[in-house]
C-alpha cells in the first residue's frame, strides 16, 4: 500500500537537502555548469567524460552544460582553453509548501479552508451544489472511513462492507481512508474543515476496508476488493495502494472489469521516486496517478514510467482524518500569530510563557526554567533539544531552522515528550529572537485534518474529478471519460505524454467543456 508519506518526514528531508552545499550526494563530486567557447562542446564533453564525470543537461544556445565531475577535477577543467566559465550548479526549491485558502463564500460557506488541490483541478469551477453527482459512485478500496466524522458524508448513498479481518467499513484504525475519503467528497458545510472535489453531499461512496492498522493486504483480497465495489454498483474504483509486483489474475480483473462492466480503474502510481512499475496502476486498464506539488512540479518521491496516464495534487494535501487523531500546532509570540511546523512525538498541550534563549540545546540550562526555549536546529537532535530544556525546567521548545525555509521533525516513535514541540524557519527563528522575554503562547492540539504527501493522495483528486464530470453525461463510457481527462489535462513537463506527468494534470472544467462541445467520442 502506498502509505501517505507524512508531512513530518519529507519536509524534513528537504530541509536535510538544503543543509547541504549544492553538490550533496557524492562528497567527492561537484555538480557546476560550463560556459564553453562555441563549437567546443563535444571536446568539453569528452573531457568530462574521461574525468569520469556526468553530463545532466546540455544548454546548446548558450553554450552550457550542467555536469557533475570529481572535485579534484575542477581545477584542470576551469584551466581547459575551450572553457569559458564554472559556476556552482546552485540549489532552487519550492518556497511554500501548501498554497491553501480560507472559503469567501464564494463558491463554497465562508468558515472553511479550501486545499490548494480544488481549485488546481478546477473542481470550484463546476456548480458547486449541482444534483447530478448522485448518479455516480465511487468505491474507495482503503482503510476505511470515520463514519462519525464531522466533515464526511453520511446518510444511505455511503454504503460499505464489513470484513472479517479489518471489521466495519465506519472505522479507520490507519487514518489512509479517512483521508482519501475527504479529498472525494469532504463537506461543503459552513465553518468546519474542508471540502472535497465533489463536496455537495451527493455523491454515492461505497467502502471496501482491505488494510487494517498495519497496513498492508494480499493481491487476492484486491480482487475480492474490486469485485465487492462492481457488486456495489461503483462507476469508479479508488486504489491508493500498490506494489511491485505483477499478478495475472489482477491484470484480467481489471481487464474485466473495463472491457465488461464499463468500470474505470484508477491507481497511485507509486511512491519510491524511481522508474519501475507498480501494480495495479501499470497494468493498461488501469488508470496510474503521478503526483504534483502546489507550483504544478513533479513530486520527487512519484514513481515515473511510460504507464503514468495522469498527475494530480499529491503534496502537503490537506484532508479529513479520524476525528481528533491528527494535530495542528500553534505558536503566538506577542501580538505576532506564526504558522509552525509540526514536531510528531510532541506533547498534545498548550502553554503560555516568557521566551527564552536556549542556543542549540545541547545541555542543561536552568536559566529557562518556567519558560518557552528558543531552539537552533543543529549538533544534536531534536528529541536531545526538548529533553534538555524540559529537564532545565523548560515548559516549550520551538526549534528554528539552520538553512532556508521551514521544515518538520520528529521526536521519535509516539509521543516521547511531555512539553509541547514545534519548529518555526529560519527568518522566523530571526524574528523571534528579537522577542526574547515576551510572552509566548506554544501548543500541539488535536485536530480532525491532516496534511499528508504522496501519490495516494493524488489519486481520489482524479477518481473525484471523473465522477463529477462523467455525473453530467452518464451516457458517456468508462473508456470515454478516461480518454476526456487525457485530452483535457494540462501539459506539464515535455511537450505530450511523458514518464513523470503522462497526460499532464487533470482538470474537471476542461473535461467538462471538452465533452460539451464535442461529445464523448472526442
Known amino acids: 500500500m502506498f502509505t501517505a508519506i507524512q508531512k513530518n518526514v519529507l519536509c524534513a528531508g528537504i530541509a536535510l537537502a538544503m543543509a547541504g552545499s549544492a553538490f550533496a550526494g557524492n562528497a567527492n563530486m561537484s555538480r557546476v555548469m560550463v560556459k564553453m567557447q562555441p563549437g567546443s562542446r563535444g571536446n568539453v564533453e569528452a ?5 569520469g564525470g556526468q553530463v545532466h543537461h546540455r544548454f546548446d544556445d548558450l553554450n552550457v552544460m550542467a555536469i557533475s565531475v570529481p572535485t579534484q577535477a575542477l581545477q584542470g577543467l576551469s584551466h581547459n582553453p575551450n572553457v569559458e566559465y564554472i559556476e556552482e550548479d546552485v540549489v532552487r526549491y519550492p518556497l511554500a509548501l501548501f498554497n491553501d485558502e480560507a472559503s469567501t463564500g464564494n463558491p463554497y460557506a465562508a468558515g472553511q479552508t479550501v486545499p490548494y488541490g480544488i481549485k488546481m483541478v478546477q473542481a470550484d469551477q463546476l456548480p458547486s451544489g449541482d444534483f447530478y453527482t448522485s448518479n455516480r459512485k465511487v468505491c474507495i478500496i482503503d482503510s476505511g472511513y470515520d463514519g462519525n466524522h464531522e466533515d464526511l458524508p453520511r ?10 479481518g479489518t471489521g466495519w467499513w465506519y472505522t479507520d484504525e490507519n487514518h489512509h481512508g479517512t483521508h482519501v475519503a475527504g479529498t472525494i467528497a469532504a463537506l461543503n458545510n459552513s465553518g468546519t474543515g474542508v471540502v472535497g472535489v465533489n463536496s455537495n453531499n451527493a455523491l454515492k461512496l461505497h467502502i471496501v476496508k482491505v488494510f487494517d492498522a498495519s497496513g498492508w493486504a494480499y493481491s487476492s483480497s484486491l480482487v475480492a476488493a474490486t469485485e465487492k465495489c462492481r457488486q456495489a454498483g461503483a462507476n469508479i474504483i479508488s486504489m491508493s495502494l500498490g506494489g511491485s509486483l505483477k499478478s495475472k489474475t489482477e491484470d484480467t480483473q481489471f481487464s474485466k472489469l473495463l472491457n465488461t462492466y464499463g468500470i474505470l480503474s484508477i491507481a497511485a502510481a507509486g511512491n519510491d521516486g524511481n522508474n519501475r512499475m507498480s501494480y495495479p496502476a501499470s497494468y493498461t486498464t488501469v488508470v496510474s496517478v503521478a503526483a504534483l506539488d502546489a507550483d504544478k512540479n513533479w513530486a520527487t518521491f512519484s514513481q515515473y514510467n511510460s504507464q503514468v496516464e495522469i498527475a494530480a495534487p499529491g503534496v502537503s494535501v490537506l484532508s479529513t482524518v479520524p476525528m481528533n487523531q491528527g494535530s495542528r500546532s500553534v505558536l503566538t509570540v506577542g501580538s505576532v500569530s506564526y504558522k509552525p511546523g509540526d514536531m510528531s512525538g510532541s506533547a498534545k498541550t498548550t502553554v503560555t510563557a516568557p521566551l527564552a534563549d536556549f542556543g542549540i540545546g545541547d545541555k542543561i ?17 531534536f528529541n536531545t533539544k526538548v529533553s534538555n530544556c524540559k529537564n532545565s525546567g523548560g515548559v ?10 521551514g521544515f518538520s521533525g520528529t521526536l521519535g516513535d509516539g509521543v516521547t515528550s511531555t512539553i509541547p514541540a514545534v519548529t518555526a524557519s529560519d527568518t522566523e527563528g530571526a524574528q523571534l529572537k528579537t522577542q526574547l522575554g515576551q510572552s509566548a503562547t506554544v501548543g500541539v492540539q488535536a485536530w480532525s485534518y491532516a496534511y499528508y504527501d504522496g501519490t495516494s493522495m493524488a489519486t481520489p483528486h482524479v477518481s473525484a474529478v471523473a465522477a463529477l464530470v462523467w455525473s453530467y453525461f452518464p451516457n458517456c463510457t468508462a473508456t470515454q471519460i478516461r480518454n476526456t481527462l487525457n485530452k483535457s489535462a494540462e501539459d506539464l513537463g515535455p511537450a505530450g505524454r511523458d514518464t513523470k506527468f503522462g497526460f499532464g494534470l487533470v482538470r474537471a472544467k476542461a473535461a467538462y467543456d471538452r465533452i460539451k462541445s464535442l461529445g464523448c467520442n472526442n
Open 155 to 164: 446518510g444511505t448513498h455511503i454504503t460499505g462492507e464489513y470484513d472479517s
Open 365 to 381: 540550562n536552568t536559566a529557562v526554567a518556567g519558560k518557552v526555549c528558543l531552539i537552533a536546529r543543529g549538533t544534536v537532535d
Open 396 to 405: 516549550g521548545a520551538v526549534v528554528y531552522n539552520n538553512v532556508a525555509g
Open 47 to 51: 573531457t568530462v567524460r574521461a574525468a
